[in-house]
């Protein structure tokens, strides 16, 4: 083969299979620099940047949706402009991966972002003047959040990982004058620095000891490797070990938690808001894709026994390691909720509990690969369903907890006294957004929280980690009950606490236009409550990852 | 230095990743990749200023690096080991970008550490606790 024959199927395999499938990306890139270059031009200074922003936004969730709707078997037929997308096809030479759930994440993480973006309008952080730098670093993140959602290859896993945490890193110290914005700044790149350099170490001892770096190859390679066992098995265990750290810093799992409360603190609620719920969604579409792609049965009939007791070996693995980083995660991130007396270290330890519950179904999908594949089917649409509802869930406590801060100039819960007298329509969106994220029934939280532990109950009785599992179920449990006692402490305060005096009694109606934004983002969760069959076939269509 | 060396002579064959003999193989730089990422990782641990931090960071992606250009090379594996190729050299270029990346983002998130509190010296950082 020459030159110029590889130069033209390089070139046609782009142009024609990979570009149309990754235009969601392409679109936010686009943006990015529109909104870099629309500064420094004299007259499109005047344009406010936000709705730059949300004109690419709008684009890109447009572009995401008809991905999803192109594919086979889904619920709505075939989308506007009739391109069917294939259901699983390798992207630039296999660097990434479009399937399912890279369609299903990427629409979660450009509908986010168009409500975000209105969300940030509405609680004036950040102003005109920090507008442009501010909605490119979170199209920065968010792309490379994409990027995480169809990493096929560990050099975009890794590439994926820092995209998504530089701009998150300066986010956190946007506020450049506030003392305790730039410590968590500066904790937050310390810390995410160091991780991804352990990471990456271990990439290059996995990458190195099995001979490739695309994960599908990988897949096929690695059984045989572990079922000769010695030292190279140590070797790969010790690189996923590795790997595992960066994975547990960006989803805030114990012990790699320690920068979360502290960022959540020091950075603005806006800033919160993204971490928690983009991030979050980027880095459990990771892990599953990590477990997933490396766990598939396809591989095991080519190797014989050998590989058989590999693959099963492997997965043993990774089952007990994402089960006991769960139950920990789940268990730390509620009881260290208790004590705390600022609302946004408070949500913090929520999302660092709520991380522990989405691993607990990361861990049934592991358990669940290599038995049953319909069960890991519903187990990983479980998590997508989780993704879906915790972004309306997470973004409404943090929106109203910014759009408080402007009016009382506080985010201690002891300010929220008596709220309920002076502002009675917050009060009752933030009961209805604490109580799903505790997952009361009728509320979508309850919904999700359901489907999660349903499919680890499947784990109990069809997979081989079965004493593990019932441990989850059981932990996953307990840490419910544990976590009614501090939401509701939040609301105690709002309606039985006697108001201070020195608050300005400025009430907060939900008849303005930041009311109506938080309106938007809890009917949904009461409604995802009751009419979740929507989502939930979704959901079910980003479960088809496995097969 | 070769009393240093010694053990890993010995570990290195354990790992099944070839013997520290002549000629040199992909056992030799992984030595070397492996001193400096325990180097850069000692350096985050022990270093209490900022920019001491951010140093043992950079030993710690390059150790990474040189683990991957010495796996990308097909003459220096064991037998039958296959090699990374051209892959490994990719990666070490787009590492040495984004370190600088990352570099340049956390020196300017550590000024604006300084300007707000007169030092870099990352034990000072505790307002927030919890």
Known sequence: MDLGSILTSTLTDTMTVSLPLFRTELALAATIVLLLVCRMLPLARRLDSAF????????????AWNDLRGLPGAPWGTPADGVVTPLRQELFGGLLLFDPLTAYVRLLLAGFLALYVPFTLAS??????????????????ALGMCLMASANHLLTVFLAVEMASVPSYALSAVLKGRKAASEAGLKYAVYGAGAAGIMLYGISLVAGVLGTCHLPTMAVELPAIVGEGGGRTLVLALGGLMIAVGLSFKLSAVPFHFWCPDVFEGAAAEVGAFLSVASKAAAVALLVRLVSGIGEPVAEAAGGPVAAAGLAATRQFMVFVIAVLAAVTCTLGNLAAYGQT????????????????????????????????????????????????????????????????????SEEIASYAGLIRSSPGIVIAMAVVLVSLIGLPPLAGFVAKFLVFSSVVEAVRLSTAQPLMLVLLVVGGLNTVISLFYYLKVLKVMTFDPPGDDRPSEPLSLVSLSGALVTGLVVPVAALGIFWSGLYACARLAGRIVS | MTAMIAPLAWVCPVFGLGPLGHPPGVSHYLVVGAILFVCGVVCMATKRNALGVLMGIELVLNGANVNFVAFASPWLQADGARSIGLDGQAIAVFVIVLAAAEAAVALAITLNFYNNHATVDVDRADDLKG
């Open chain 1, 52 to 63: 730059i922003a949300l004109g690419g936004i709008a684009f890109a969730t447009w572009f």
């Open chain 1, 342 to 409: 600022n609302m946004k270290r408070l949500l913090a330890y929520s999302t660092i509990a709520h991380a522990g519950y989405l691993m607990i179904g990361a861990a049934a999908v592991a358990a669940l690969l290599g038995t049953r594949p319909e069960a890991a089917q519903r187990a990983v649409a479980a998590l997508a369903f989780y993704l879906g509802t915790y972004l309306f869930m997470n973004l409404g406590a943090f929106a109203i907890v910014a759009l408080l801060r402007n009016r009382l100039r």
């Open chain 1, 124 to 141: 004036g952080i950040p102003d005109r003047e920090d507008g442009a730098d501010f909605y490119a670093m979170v199209l920065g993140g």
